[in-house]
């Protein structure tokens, strides 16, 4: 059976567009999931773009050792050098060259002509080389390129030692069967191209990441470049876990494989969505909230004689808790710990101390907890972003007939208890103001929504925000029954992301 390389750039093309910075910490996290989850390739990030990057990808390298650690890199010299530097360390290192091919990207862009792009690929595919012997070689814009000179210049990289060459659809431009005809082509005219793996990177403008990814395994690519949840520049990048599932439910008619242990696909997800702040929508394939929900009374009359009859997907396999019994308020420790472990999180015991507290606290105030309050207790209390800032306690006042009036208690970066009030146009903008006056980072609020995790009046509510500092974007997540409190937590998730990325 052909086994499809799997490439995920979550920590490249995804971060790089989420519209919020994550920290070297958080990316780490998330490396450490993708090893799990059974990634072949992460690509770390760009090195040579900042040097938080170049830090985060040399992070990842030292001590990831079960999937390749890719970075990528311009077609300049000193490009090609830092990214070498950030992933020396690596288990099994790539770097990752582009360079852009078609007509209009090579005219206004690059303002070169053609001789000058290929020997440029060619000379610095050469240089990576002489570093290490796995390079990745992408012409850029590839589906807007004239064939012929794409075929040249792909001959050119293999030759010049490139061992995958990956074709990107970068404007997410290209249909299903134009591109399966395109790799066919490839693969036709490229003499050498038996010395390299095929790979393509496809973006989602027209929806059509994925179909057209899974058009190209047809057609001869063997390597996919992908994103947890579809998150990437514009509309985003091909799917994982909806290119994963579609081989594996399909097997009849794609006869392929990939080592992604698809059981860890939800909480991969779940990671990825808190980190990045970026929601899944309720309706995404196999992540989705309603994925494997069932409204229509006759699905749930189906589902309930005959699992297949509505579902094409085991929940399970994706790992979706099978079990609906909820924990309460009389569950004990060993209840809770086992429920976790059912959800895949193996806590040390002080992690359960620290949450099973949050847990009783929320039981005095919630009759049923779920598998995904659970999820929002996790998330809550064992965040990895280290805090400069911590809120103790907020109090507020409100109504139609008094000033909306916030106080605060913080600990501060020594340790010192800072505490201020202010008043502001509603409860939220009170909390806001107060706590500006401690944590004096100057920023704005451009992004602000809250959700429940759950349904019922007392669900937990889940506050998404993002702020923008110096032209830079920060997301900061809280959770709480009280979305005042949710919305504090939120603010000061987003401050302590601000305060440690930029010192790193
Ligand atoms: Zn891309």
């Given at each position: 059976m052909d086994k499809v390389i799997i490439f995920d750039t979550t920590l490249r093309d995804g971060e790089q567009s989420?519209?919020?910075?994550?920290?070297?910490?958080?990316?780490?996290?998330?490396?450490?999931?993708?090893?799990?989850?059974?990634?072949?390739?992460i690509e770390a990030g760009f090195p040579i773009?900042?040097?938080?990057?170049?830090?985060?990808?040399?992070?990842?390298?030292k001590e990831i050792r079960g999937s390749s650690i890719c970075a990528l890199s311009h077609a300049q010299p000193q490009a090609v050098d830092t990214a070498w530097e950030g992933i020396k360390d690596a288990a099994e290192p790539r770097i990752h060259v582009f360079l852009s091919s078609s007509e209009i990207h090579m005219s206004h862009q690059l303002r070169k002509n053609r001789d000058q792009v290929l020997e440029q690929a060619r000379a610095m595919v050469a240089r990576a080389k002489k570093h290490l012997d796995n390079v990745e070689f992408s012409p850029m814009d590839a589906t807007r390129t004239d064939r012929k000179f794409l075929y040249?210049?792909?001959?050119?990289?293999?030759?010049?030692?490139?061992?995958?060459?990956?074709?990107?659809?970068?404007?997410?431009?290209?249909?299903?069967?134009?591109?399966?005809?395109?790799?066919?082509?490839?693969?036709?005219?490229?003499?050498?191209?038996?010395?390299?793996?095929?790979?393509?990177?496809?973006?989602?403008?027209?929806?059509?990441?994925?179909?057209?990814?899974?058009?190209?395994i047809d057609s001869g690519a063997r390597q996919i470049e992908c994103t947890v949840n579809g998150i990437g520049e514009r509309a985003g990048n091909a799917s994982m876990e909806e290119i994963v599932m579609a081989i594996k439910t399909r097997h009849d008619l794609m006869k392929y494989s990939t080592d992604i242990n698809t059981e860890r696909i939800y909480k991969t997800s779940?990671?990825?969505?808190?980190?990045?702040?970026?929601?899944?929508?309720?309706?995404?394939a196999i992540v989705g909230a309603n994925a494997f929900r069932h409204e229509s009374g006759i699905h749930q009359d189906g589902i309930i004689k005959e699992r297949t009859t509505y579902e094409i997907m085991d929940p399970e396999s994706i790992g979706l808790s099978g079990t609906t019994l909820s924990l309460g308020k009389l569950s004990g420790r060993h209840a809770f710990r086992k429920r976790l472990e059912s959800l895949g999180y193996a806590l040390s015991d002080d992690e359960i101390n620290r949450t099973f507290a949050a847990f009783k606290e929320l039981a005095d105030k919630k009759k049923e907890i779920t598998d995904r309050d659970l999820e929002a207790i996790i998330s809550e209390e064992l965040r990895t972003i280290s805090e400069i800032y911590h809120l103790e306690q907020v109090q507020v006042s409100c109504g139609d007939l008094t000033m909306p009036t916030a106080s605060v208690r913080l600990t501060g970066?020594?340790?010192?208890?800072?505490?201020?009030?202010?008043?502001?146009?509603?409860?939220?903008?009170?909390?806001?103001?107060?706590?500006?006056?401690?944590?004096?980072?100057p920023n704005e609020l451009i992004e602000f929504s809250v959700k429940s995790v759950t349904e019922g009046i007392d669900a937990i509510g889940e506050v998404t925000i993002r702020i923008e500092s110096e032209g830079k974007r920060y997301a900061g997540r809280g959770a709480h029954t009280d979305i005042i409190v949710a919305s504090a937590r939120a603010y000061m998730n987003a401050l302590n992301r601000l305060l440690v990325t930029k010192g790193e």
């Open positions: 989420a519209g919020a910075a994550l920290t070297i910490s958080e990316k780490l996290e998330i490396a450490r999931q993708l090893e799990k989850l059974g990634v072949d390739v773009a900042s040097p938080g990057d170049l830090e985060a990808v040399r992070n990842i390298s040249q210049l792909l001959r050119a990289v293999i030759d010049a030692g490139a061992t995958t060459v990956n074709i990107p659809d970068t404007v997410g431009y290209t249909m299903p069967k134009e591109f399966g005809s395109l790799i066919q082509g490839i693969k036709r005219n490229v003499d050498n191209i038996e010395k390299a793996v095929i790979s393509v990177h496809c973006h989602n403008d027209l929806g059509l990441a994925v179909a057209n990814s899974l058009a190209a779940r990671l990825v969505s808190d980190f990045t702040g970026m929601y899944v929508q309720p309706n995404k970066p020594d340790g010192k208890i800072l505490s201020d009030a202010a008043q502001g146009t509603g409860p939220v903008d009170a909390v806001y103001r107060a706590i500006n006056r401690l944590v004096k980072v």
